[in-house]
């Protein structure tokens, strides 16, 4: 059960990551941001696949550079919305790009663990599923949610 469990959050997480990835077609900086989450649903998809995978020096190369590169850039968007936010941080590009670099993070991280333990113990799966349920659940409150919406610059509103 765990193992098909780890698979169809690495699976669920790799479609949210190329979902996100796709959305960003009409942002500003569109080429960045494809890459930024292009890399995890690779990797995660390659999780999703066969968890042994982790342990391979190439993954765990490419996903310690991509943690390093979102860690970095978090801190940095995090020390510019606690200087500059006067509203909830997902009324704010930088708030929800700051989301999606927590997740990338979040996940990877995760997946990095599971080296030891492809399919991981009962506490790494729970959090698994916490994070897979995270973003869509995210996704749909905020479809739902017009008026949150409404403030978003036009490149943000018409891809939903």
């Given at each position: 059960?765990?193992p098909?469990?780890?698979r169809?959050?690495?699976?669920?997480?790799?479609?949210?990551?190329a979902l996100?990835a796709l959305?960003q077609?009409?942002?500003?900086d569109?080429?960045?941001w494809?890459?930024?989450?292009?890399?995890?649903?690779?990797?995660t998809l390659?999780v999703g696949?066969?968890?042994?995978?982790t342990?391979?020096?190439?993954?765990?190369?490419?996903?310690?550079?991509?943690?390093?590169?979102?860690?970095?850039w978090?801190v940095?968007?995090?020390?510019?919305?606690?200087?500059?936010t006067?509203q909830?941080?997902?009324?704010?590009?930088?708030?929800?790009?700051?989301?999606?670099?927590?997740?990338?993070?979040?996940?990877?991280?995760?997946?990095?663990?599971?080296?030891?333990?492809?399919?991981?113990?009962?506490?790494?799966?729970?959090?698994?599923?916490?994070?897979?349920?995270?973003?869509?659940?995210s996704?749909v409150y905020?479809?739902?949610?017009?008026?949150?919406?409404?403030s978003?610059?036009?490149?943000c509103k018409?891809?939903?």
């Amino acid at each position: 059960m765990a193992p098909a469990l780890w698979r169809a959050c690495n699976g669920l997480m790799a479609a949210f990551f190329a979902l996100a990835a796709l959305v960003q077609v009409n942002d500003p900086d569109a080429e960045v941001w494809v890459v930024v989450y292009t890399i995890p649903a690779v990797l995660t998809l390659l999780v999703g696949l066969n968890p042994e995978v982790t342990g391979n020096v190439i993954w765990k190369s490419i996903s310690a550079i991509h943690i390093l590169f979102c860690t970095v850039w978090a801190v940095g968007l995090a020390s510019y919305l606690l200087h500059r936010t006067q509203q909830n941080i997902l009324h704010e590009e930088e708030g929800r790009e700051l989301s999606g670099l927590v997740i990338i993070t979040a996940w990877i991280i995760l997946c990095h663990s599971s080296s030891k333990n492809p399919v991981g113990g009962r506490i790494q799966l729970a959090i698994a599923i916490v994070i897979t349920l995270f973003p869509f659940i995210s996704w749909v409150y905020i479809y739902i949610n017009k008026e949150m919406r409404s403030s978003w610059p036009t490149h943000c509103k018409t891809v939903i």
